[in-house]
């Protein structure tokens, strides 16, 4: 019901962005920056007043997916390699993420080479999961599944707060697209496809690992993990896990395009004497 119900509300918020876009490109509205119209210009023109909390919100809403992003790759690395530190990872991830920050379109042959080989790795990693649980540990009776867990609306509702978040990044893609008129089509599309098979993947796997969903037993209690986790260590698993973590790291930068140019907006740094100077540093930092 959760799933419905964020689903339709994220999928309602999403068609009134580009349309939201398109009514500012009529009234002939041009961005405060000089660039293509972005996220905050949309806001600041519904909610003058209170523009600036809202990027701020959405802005640390992005930072902490980006921070998740890694926790999780950390994790699947850890498992991999148990010998490397936390720090290890932290130089890893930054030296790498830092050439891709400096990316200022989302079409970008880089970034359309990043999301082919996301939909790999997530198909793997799905796959992989529901092999291992369907195939090797099998169905589970239905009196061992909960049919709710309140333990689970802290995360839940991480998950929807990303999700929101990820409404920033409506603009650029729509702006980027070469046929804008279709941008209602392709969303109403894409979250069809997304909700069904969430909601597909999640009954499946829950009735195939039930409690140790994500999680293992440790001390008494459940500890908290990644779904990866459930698919064991074999070098098949381990390729997967290495796959969705060069996945996450590859969207890091697209995820960090809308915030960063939220946040270089709010400090005013197309307007200093060298923009391109200023934005290139202001996204190193924030890597």
Sequence with gaps: GLVLLMAGLSTYTMLLVPLCVQELRMRGVASKHGGPLEFQDMTGAAFPRINGPITVACVFASLGAIIGFFEFAADNL????????????????????????????????????????????????????????????????????????????????????????AHMEIVSVEQDMEERGRVTEVVLGTFAVITVSHLFFGLLVYASFGEATGRRWQGGEWVEETILQNIGHSPISLAVKIAMSANLCFMMPMTLLPASKAIENSLGVSRLAWPRLASSVTRLSLV
């Design 78 to 165: 850890r498992a991999v390699s148990p010998h490397l530190e936390r720090w290890h990872m932290v130089l890893a991830v930054a030296l790498f993420e830092a050439p891709l920050s400096l990316l200022r379109s989302t079409s970008h042959p880089i970034f359309r080479l990043s999301m082919a080989f996301g939909n790999v790795a997530v198909a793997l990693a799905a796959g992989s999961v529901l092999i291992f649980g369907l195939w090797v540990d099998g169905l589970l009776p239905v009196s061992q599944l909960k049919v709710a867990d309140a333990g689970g609306l802290g995360l839940s509702f991480g998950v929807c707060l990303f999700m929101f978040s």
